[in-house]
């Protein structure tokens, strides 16, 4: 067994023993059919397969929607902040932090015996105003833009050193481009363009100078195909690890959608091992399914909801497949808070959590258990 892999049980298993304390959520869907997988919810069986589980967190839901604070506590064992450890959140004005929410998040971990997977140091999205504003009007030039990126990793990281297990550290650096054979390009943002691609290293060097034990990770979406993306981040990972380099690991966020064909489950595990190969290990980041609908308000049918429920399967048995996969997070665990609806529009899209809308465990709650559990 890994030493990464250990400690993650060492960790749950303490964490395990203060969970009996906590009420079982009342939303669990109890049909006889279900009643030999016990009691035990994700997060306990999670602790017994050496893997977090975890959710993102929406801040304003866990102070005002008890039964969302229940099942946060009562079925995850990590947790990430869905926006409030961001950039625009964490420095809105240039020089001054604020990690007020992101403080709260942690405290709410503490008191729960949760882990917290931090999100993110680098994104060219959800990025403060003035930074933006200041590049593109001349004000910030190249050296300062250098000099405010390492402030602030080095700020943020050395914040939450201790109380963060991992980092996001880049985020969505690639293009959705090239092939099997030919990795995609890298994505035109600020950073790009000011830095070429060499900003990355200087990430992950500053963020192991602030902390020397958190995990650091790259994340993106549509990696976990043998696509493209998936190329660049084995070169890139490659790459890192030949000039020594601290990387820890490769973040699949898994945000996947029935508009597309069903992934092949075998190319998934494939494509993890291939990052493993060099010594990396891998977190699910954010999960979720969504189902395209004819209007907002159209539910989905019975053959989506079995559909999503084999997609939720394959991803998790992925996961438990890979030795060093270690974290398999949920972009949220309730359709009700989802970030889908609002973004996802044309066509409609919805419905991509294990929870509905009234907290009903739907089938892809009870696969995920069945395959934690098997
Ligand atoms: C999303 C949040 O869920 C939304 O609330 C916010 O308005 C936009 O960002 N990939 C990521 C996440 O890495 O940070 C994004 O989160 C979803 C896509």
Redesign the pocket.
């Known amino acids: 067994m890994s030493k990464q892999r250990l400690t993650v049980i060492l960790t749950v298993l303490a964490a395990l023993m203060a969970l009996f304390a906590v009420p079982a959520a009342s939303a669990h869907n109890s049909s006889s059919a279900r009643e030999d997988l016990g009691d035990r919810g994700l997060r306990d069986l999670g602790a017994l397969r050496g893997l977090y589980i975890g959710t993102?967190v929406?801040m304003d839901a866990l102070s005002a929607d008890p039964t969302y604070r229940s099942l946060t506590q009562s079925e995850f064992s990590s947790v990430t902040a869905?926006?409030v450890m961001?950039w625009e959140t964490v420095e809105p004005q240039r020089g001054v932090d604020n990690f007020t929410q992101g403080d709260r998040l942690v405290r709410f971990a503490r008191r729960n015996k949760q882990s917290v997977y931090g999100?993110?140091i680098l994104?060219h999205?959800?990025l403060p105003g003035w930074l933006t504003t200041g590049v593109s009007n001349g004000t910030i030039d190249k050296q300062a833009l250098k000099s405010i990126l390492r402030r602030h990793t080095l700020a943020l990281v050395g914040h939450y050193r201790g109380k963060v297990r991992a980092w996001?550290v880049t985020?969505?650096i690639f293009n959705d481009d090239g092939d099997k054979n030919t990795p995609a390009t890298w994505r035109d943002t600020i950073w790009y363009q000011n830095f070429g691609t060499e900003y990355v290293e200087w990430v992950l060097r500053w963020a192991r100078q602030a902390d020397s034990r958190v995990g650091l990770y790259l994340?993106d979406?549509n990696n976990e195909n043998f696509n493209g993306k998936a190329l660049a981040y084995y070169n890139l990972a490659k790459e890192l690890k030949r000039k020594h380099v601290p990387l820890d690991g490769i973040g699949v966020?898994g945000?996947l959608s029935l508009k597309y064909g069903h992934p092949d489950p075998g190319e998934i595990k494939a494509t993890l091992q291939r990052y493993t190969s060099l010594g990396l290990g891998i977190a699910f980041?954010?999960v979720d399914i969504r189902i395209p609908v004819l209007t907002a308000e159209t539910p989905p049918t019975a053959e989506q909801v079995t559909e999503q429920t084999r997609r939720y399967r394959d991803v998790i048995d992925a996961c438990l497949a890979v030795r060093r996969c270690n974290t398999f997070t949920l972009?949220?665990h309730a359709d009700k808070y989802?970030?889908v609806p609002?973004?996802f529009t044309n066509p409609p899209e919805g419905y991509a959590t294990p929870f509905t809308d009234a907290y009903v465990a739907k089938p892809a709650y009870w696969t995920l258990r069945e395959a934690l559990a098997g």
Do not use: F, I, L, R
């Open positions: 993102a929406n869905e926006n961001k999100h993110n994104w999205n959800q996001d985020n969505e994340n979406y966020q945000h980041t954010e972009w949220g989802s970030w609002g973004w």
